[in-house]
């Protein structure tokens, strides 16, 4: 990095999704442009066997997210797994701490057969100072056990990593799993079930997730496990595999759809009380007294004048708000309102007692909101043409269409080629025009999912005949990894039209996010032909990193640009992207420990987190220096002052009213655009009920 970064503060508490993870060895590729196609490779000992050996990350300079630590005894371990396509000698390379003043040998075997006995780790003079010792090891085709054994008592050296110039790496990833199920459903819990992957070397692990969101891991020879699930909430269960080299199954096996039923409970909750209003101008904001329940209240749903315009949502462990503030309301008119509480079986509460609240004479900040157009399939990138007309693309269609919001009047321009959808999130993702040029050039810069991976390429726009020539493709920057889901996605370029910037997901591997050489998991930044800025920190397109599944960028009036990510099952984020910046992920989500400590040097912390029940956020804008966060799962709208360097002021606007909330763009006028994106769990085209809306801002 180019600078320190501050450290991120540290929060006591481990993120949900590591919970029963079983220890598995992984391999992470770092040669190459995002992808496993090169012959070195690393091995980061946090992710290899250990025995009285701890990962930890107290003394700086490791790569990945921590090193082995070994104890004080002798027999000691670290043991990786690497794999080769073909038998022969190796050169292995450990890189390695010594901060005592004697030599902490290592006997190093193969496979169980000692092939280099007490191999000298001289001191380094210090434990934060990391040097390497290179040996020679004989390695059979396919999978082999590196075990670094402490043989004196003092034990080994802090290792942070094993490099081996394996003949072709392990570039192959494991196949799909196939035949997924789900058995034994309950109000509770689930077994979920599928056939082995195959693979050129071996399958180390299976990862299974719901939508997008990973539950657990478990060891490649299991093919069934049992986890909790949440009662009446729909969950698109998948699994993917993953080798010793990193290498994970794309397209992850096909998703198995389930409703776990409700748990027997005849008991509702309690009725909402004290329930008051105030109005500030156009917006009224309603709070109340929290109801009880003898299992939880999960939601309340709000009434005005008899039919409901949103919800204020929770879960099982974190009770939902109890206040909602209703925006965009006719000025001088008394609304009324009630509130009901919900518990998880679906038990409604009686009627709260209502309360009418009259408006003001003008709008104080989101005023109001018109739909320009409705569409079956997903609006995802957006950008607004010169003339002051949009253009949208579609995602699961993969088209793009020019709308007029003045008179509703669209046009499809036609779909873009060698696009392809992924079962989940891949697709048709950004659009970009370059702000300085578009006027002469005409180029519309587009993110998309291919056969064989994501990519940035542009196309002519025809500004006389309103088309795109779809044969004029260039390609920018490909080989950016794909998966299922996490995908990333959003273009944006810098106010002064130097620089392209694109957000990247992990392609579910975190793996990717902390590998400055893989163009996953991060911020790019590219010249607007392709090529790569010399300044850049790393030598290629990476800007920033760590990044899990970031779908958001915006530029302030100062230039400088915002970024809203993803998280798992504990927090989303807004970051304030500086160049080399490390995001921690997957060391930490949000400021929640992850597999190692937010509390060490160099990781960068978000400037506003967000529980992801109340998040799950894609797009984000900045008018008049005041952030707007759209949010899916959280069907919400975010407002917040940039104050500083500081996230201000945060309201909530449109909470269950419109939706899961996609994409949000500056409208000419001052105002905003503003899209939803419902049936975005899988790659079906034309199974949205979607629109597109104008609101206009105070």
């Known amino acids: 990095m180019s600078r320190t970064a501050p450290a991120r503060p540290r929060v006591g508490r481990w993120m949900a999704a590591a919970v029963a993870v079983a220890v598995v060895p992984v391999g992470v590729i770092v040669a190459g442009m995002g992808s496993a196609s090169a012959a070195a490779s690393v091995f980061e000992a946090e992710n290899a066997t250990l025995s009285q050996a701890v990962v930890a990350t107290n003394h700086p300079g490791f790569t990945g997210t921590g090193f082995a630590d070994y104890n004080n005894v002798a027999g000691s371990y670290v043991e990786f797994t690497v794999g080769t396509s073909t038998a022969g000698s190796f050169s292995v390379t450990f890189r390695y701490a010594n901060g005592s003043t004697a030599n902490r040998p290592l006997t190093i075997s193969v496979n169980g057969t000692a092939q280099r006995t007490n191999l000298a780790f001289n001191s380094t003079g210090s ?24 043989t004196g008592t003092a034990g080994g050296p802090n290792v942070d990593n094993l490099s081996a110039n394996v003949s072709g790496g392990d570039t192959q990833s494991p196949t799909a799993p196939t035949n997924p199920r789900a058995s034994n ?62 290498n994970v199954s794309q397209g992850s096996s096909p998703t198995v759809n389930i409703t776990p039923p409700a748990c027997p409970d005849p008991t509702p909750p309690t009725t909402p009380t004290n329930l008051k209003g105030t109005a500030s101008g156009t917006n009224i904001t309603l709070t109340w007294t929290a109801s009880t329940d003898n299992v939880a209240v999960i939601a309340y749903d709000i009434f005005r ?7 204020v949502v929770g879960t099982m462990q974190t009770p939902p708000a109890t206040t909602f503030t209703d925006s965009a309301l006719a000025a001088n008119t008394t609304f009324t309102y009630t509130v009901q509480a919900r518990d998880p079986a679906g038990n409604k509460s009686a009627m709260s007692s209502s309360v009418s609240v009259k408006t003001g004479t003008g709008c104080a900040n989101v005023c109001a909101v018109t739909t320009l157009t409705s569409d ?43 696009t392809q959808s992924t079962d989940g999130e891949g697709g048709l993702l950004g659009l970009e025009i370059n702000p300085k040029s578009f006027s002469t050039d005409h180029w519309l810069y587009v993110f998309r999912t291919t056969s064989s991976d994501n990519r940035i390429s542009r196309f002519k726009y025809n500004p006389t005949t309103d088309t795109v020539t779809m044969s004029s493709e260039q390609v920018l920057l490909s080989g950016i990894l794909k998966n299922k889901f996490h995908n990333g996605g959003r273009l944006r370029f810098s106010p002064d039209g130097q620089f392209l910037f694109a957000s990247t997901g992990d392609a579910q591997n975190g793996n990717n996010a902390q590998n400055k050489n893989s163009l996953n998991g991060k911020v790019l930044r590219i010249h607007p032909d392709g090529s790569i800025p010399s300044d850049n920190p790393f030598g290629n397109a990476v800007w920033s990193y760590g990044h899990r599944n970031p779908q958001g960028l915006a530029f302030d ?38 597999t190692g400590s937010c509390g060490q040097s160099g990781l960068i912390a978000p400037k506003h987190t967000y529980p992801v029940a109340q998040g799950s956020c894609s797009g984000i804008t900045i008018i008049r220096d005041v952030l707007y966060v759209a949010c899916e799962r959280g069907t919400r709208l975010y407002r917040e002052v940039i104050s500083g360097s500081s996230l201000t002021n945060v309201q909530q606007f449109f909470s269950g009213t419109f939706g899961r909330l996609r994409t ?33 801002l105070g």
């Open 376 to 418: 079956t399939d997903i609006p995802w990138g957006l950008v607004t043409m010169p003339d002051g007309t949009i253009l949208y693309n579609r995602r699961d269609t993969h088209d793009i269409i020019h709308l007029n919001p003045k008179t509703g009047a669209k046009k499809n321009l036609g779909t873009f080629p060698n």
């Open 127 to 150: 434990w934060n100072t990391w040097q390497t010792v290179t040996t020679t090891l004989n390695l059979a085709s396919g999978s082999n056990k590196i075990r670094a054994t402490a």
């Open 664 to 696: 949000v763009e500056p409208a000419p006028d001052g105002g905003m655009w503003m899209t939803n994106s419902s049936g975005d769990k899988d790659s079906t085209p034309n199974n949205s009920n979607d629109k597109v809306w104008h609101v206009q």
């Open 557 to 594: 009036s100062q230039g400088r640009l915002w970024e809203q990510e993803f998280g798992n099952s504990v927090m989303d984020e807004t970051n304030l992207i500086q160049k080399g910046g490390n995001y921690g992920w997957p060391i930490c989500e949000g400021t929640a420990n992850g």
């Open 185 to 246: 459903l309950t109000c509770s819990s689930v077994t979920f079930a599928w056939d082995a992957s195959t693979d050129n070397v071996g399958v180390v692990a299976y990862d299974v997730f719901h939508d997008g969101q990973l539950i657990k891991s478990v060891s490649g020879t299991t093919l069934s496990t049992s986890f909790n699930v949440v009662q009446n909430v729909p969950w698109g269960l998948y699994v993917q595999a993953r080798d010793a080299a990193g």
């Open 305 to 311: 004048n008899g039919a409901q315009v949103g919800s």
